[in-house]
Nanobody, 119 residues
Framework: QVQPVESGGGLVQAGGSLRLSCAAS????????MGWFRQAPGKEREFVAD????????SYADSVKGRFTISRDNAKNTVYLQMNSLKPEDTAVYYC????????????WGKGTLVTVSS
């Protein structure tokens, strides 16, 4: 089983920064893309950012453009989310996902890491 494992969440003041990491563990697969969703209390899970492994094409939600940056370390099968200028509305559990080249429509999910932004 493929298992993304997140780290780096925590408590930060508004305007601050955090960097999340997500490493692919478990069964080795060829990665098509890795990315992040988030779920705030009482809300549905929403897309944040993702990155195609070949070529490095990135996509961002409008709400985080210009503040968040997704990057990867191919050798470590790890994706990062640098979050700057954090706002209280960024408070959520952040979930990493991985898609393999053999099944690009199937998402493997991590267990999530909590980010809390205080005002």
């Amino acid at each position: 089983q493929v298992q993304p494992v997140e780290s780096g969440g925590g408590l930060v003041q508004a305007g601050g920064s955090l960097r999340l990491s997500c490493a692919a563990s478990g069964r080795t697969v060829a990665i098509y893309a890795m990315g992040w969703f988030r779920q705030a209390p009482g809300k549905e899970r929403e897309f944040v950012a993702d990155m195609r492994w070949i070529g490095g094409t990135t996509s961002y939600a409008d709400s985080v453009k210009g503040r968040f940056t997704i990057s990867r370390d191919n050798a470590k099968n790890t994706v990062y989310l640098q979050m700057n200028s954090l706002k209280p509305e960024d408070t959520a559990v952040y979930y990493c996902n991985l898609r393999s080249t053999s099944s690009p429509g199937m998402y493997y999910w991590g267990k999530g890491t909590l980010v809390t932004v205080s005002s």
